[in-house]
């Protein structure tokens, strides 16, 4: 016999960056609030130390593995050193834990760009999506902790009358602490100074050449990529800092609030953890009433420590006002189709009733590319000297002396590992500027099974990681393997020439992002330094547009349940966020992007669970519950 149903005004699936800050709203509120997460609490240092975010991707407490394909072709599949034969694709890491994927990811924290948002706004007619609104949502969910609040203050209104001084933008209230690594953390290392004093050289030259006005050039030099005045195509190019979701030298992300408020006296916002949703619940009117799921640890499986265990009966949650889908780029479509709500042919294929025809549910799926180059330095990085940089192992004998730093909040530890960023544009003809380089002292090539334990095995390596923002190529999807809520979905994101990005430009910009990384690490070789990835083997254009053909990869998957214009029939959500021919059930999460945004998607998102708060909220004060 199954259990009683549980009943909440709202039901959110999904515990990340979409679901979390919603809950978090909702609840304080004054709205019931039943959060359903597949996976339980994992805490403990894998979690709370920044530097140990690789780590905590492979953690087997919350590690859900999906393996994609990058290429139909196999041949050209099989030409990735990442490929795993055995599992048909490439290692897509995501988690399963209360906090979703902002509990492993690296808490890279910058804003979108501007027409991210005007883009939206002009695309569905409605202007609460443009810029200047959702610029609100990140001031009021950020805690900025690297400029005090007074000082932004002062320095702001005396922008009035200096612009270059202006560093408004920033909210100092809200939920999400964020900082950046002390400069002074580089003082230790010599041939680190030379590697940005090198990037920083000749980013300089290309920028001095750029049309700025004077007020743009000098707040340029403030290195801070999230402040509004920077937020133009020429003013972001250069050399930045690297804002993280970091506070007193841990890790935050949605699971502080949504713990801090599910204890709170007289809290409405439960958390189920180890609940995995199988299937919504739709009335004869097509109407969302409430969420199926069964309960059990390593269900999933994605997990890698699955155990095929029989899941509890299947339990029903109950939403007497809403249900919001917040299970990411490759559940929640997943999850529509499952219960009949996709493209109509392929729902049948799997024996699954049609309840709504929607071919836009899994369609459109879109990620960065991101490479590297890595370098060899002459002797090992003196930031990287005494620490062990993974979590304390069974059987370590002495003890970590960065680690004891950490716990009084200073060194590497603290860090994300993210020395400096540089936003540079592919070409001239860039509408935004669309690189993002990092550097990082780790030799870092990508993700695969166990590659974590590679990224300080030898610590004399110093990696550029180039990421192509804003690409062109929505050809990949997100379909049913089986109707085995249990089984992971087929995700394909044809890379390069099998997608839709005709004319090449994507490829075009990742390899000028890689001869623009060559010419930092370059300079370096006077010292003794060499490239040892991709190789000097890897010469000529030709040469690099195969290296990056074979070996690009992503991490910030998006676009699967897209938010689109009336009449459109790829279109599967409304602007505010409604799943269409479906009523009572929104989508908040990555997979709403109808095209990409900015550089790291996590800070967009945050952004959109505040506005869908809004949303939610405003029709809950016009419709009472169980007619809404």
Aim: aromatic residues 8%.
């Amino acid at each position: 016999m199954s259990a009683p149903p549980l009943s909440a005004e709202y039901v959110i699936v999904g515990s990340g960056a979409g679901g979390g800050p919603l809950a978090v709203r909702l609840a304080t509120a004054g709205h019931s609030v039943l959060v359903l997460e597949a996976g339980e609490l994992a805490a403990g240092l894998v979690y709370d130390v920044p530097v140990f975010h690789g780590f905590a991707t492979e953690s087997p407490d919350m590690a859900w593995n999906f393996f994609v394909s990058h290429y139909d072709d196999e041949t050209q599949a099989k030409r990735d050193e990442k490929y795993d034969a055995g599992r048909g694709g490439v290692l897509y890491p995501r988690s399963a834990t209360i906090g979703g994927c902002t509990a492993h990811n690296a808490m890279i924290t910058v804003y979108p760009n501007d027409a991210d948002w005007d883009d939206i706004a002009d695309l569905t007619g409605d202007r609460s999506w443009d810029a200047a609104t959702m610029r609100t949502y990140f001031e009021s969910l950020e805690r900025c902790t690297y400029w005090p609040k007074w000082i932004a203050t002062v320095v702001s209104r005396l922008a009035r009358f200096f612009p270059a001084l202006d560093v408004r933008g920033h909210g100092f209230g809200g939920w999400l602490p964020t900082s950046i690594a002390k400069p002074s953390l580089l003082a230790k290392d010599w041939q680190l100074i030379r590697a940005v004093a090198s990037a920083a050289e000749k980013e300089l030259g290309a920028w001095q050449e750029k049309p700025l006005k004077p007020w743009q050039r000098l707040s340029r030099w403030w290195f801070d990529p999230n402040i509004a005045a920077v937020q133009n195509k020429d003013s972001l190019l250069g050399l930045w800092l690297v804002p993280i979701a970091v506070g007193a030298a841990r890790r935050h992300g949605t699971r502080e609030p949504l713990l801090e408020t599910a204890a709170a006296p007289g809290s409405k916002l439960r958390i189920l953890s180890g609940c995995c949703a199988t299937r919504l619940v739709l009335d004869a009117q097509n109407r969302c009433t409430g969420v199926e799921f069964v309960t059990g640890a390593h269900l999933y499986r994605a997990d890698p420590n699955a155990t095929g265990a029989p899941p509890r009966p299947v339990q029903v949650a109950v939403a007497t006002r809403e249900v919001i889908v917040a299970g990411g780029t490759f559940n929640t479509p997943q999850l529509l189709k499952l219960s009949g709500i996709g493209p109509a042919d392929e729902l049948r294929e799997f024996g699954i009733e049609v309840r709504v025809n929607l071919p836009g549910v899994g369609a459109n799926l879109q990620d960065r590319y991101e490479v590297t180059v890595v370098t060899e330095m002459p002797r090992q990085l003196g930031l990287l000297t005494g620490g062990t940089f993974r979590p304390p192992q069974p059987g370590d004998t002495e003890p970590d002396p960065l680690l004891a730093a950490w716990r009084d909040g200073k060194g590497p530890y603290t860090t994300n590992g993210a020395l400096l960023a540089i936003i540079a544009s592919s070409s001239p003809v860039a509408p935004l500027p669309d690189l993002f380089l990092f550097a990082l002292p780790a030799d870092f090539r990508g993700y695969r099974v166990g590659y974590c334990d590679d990224l300080e095995r030898n610590k004399d390596r110093l990696t550029w990681a180039i990421l192509k923002a804003h690409t062109n190529n929505r050809a990949g999807s997100v379909a049913l393997r089986s109707a085995d809520p249990l089984d992971p979905p087929d995700i394909r994101f044809h890379y390069f020439e099998e997608g839709s990005d005709a004319a090449g430009s994507d490829l075009d910009a990742v390899v000028a992002g890689v001869k623009l990384a060559r010419g930092f690490t370059g300079r370096l070789s006077a010292w003794g330094a060499r490239e040892i990835w991709p190789g000097p083997d890897v010469d000529t254009d030709e040469d690099i547009r195969q290296y990056v053909r074979d070996n690009a990869w992503g991490h910030h998957a998006c676009g699967t349940c897209a938010i689109g214009p009336n009449g459109d029939p790829n279109a599967v959500l409304d602007s505010e966020f409604r799943v269409r021919g479906v009523s009572g059930l929104r989508v908040v999460d990555a997979s709403v992007f109808p095209q990409i945004p900015g550089y790291f998607i996590v800070t967009a998102v945050y952004m959109i669970s505040e506005k869908a708060a809004d949303v939610i909220l405003a029709h809950a004060a016009r419709v009472p519950a169980q007619t809404s």
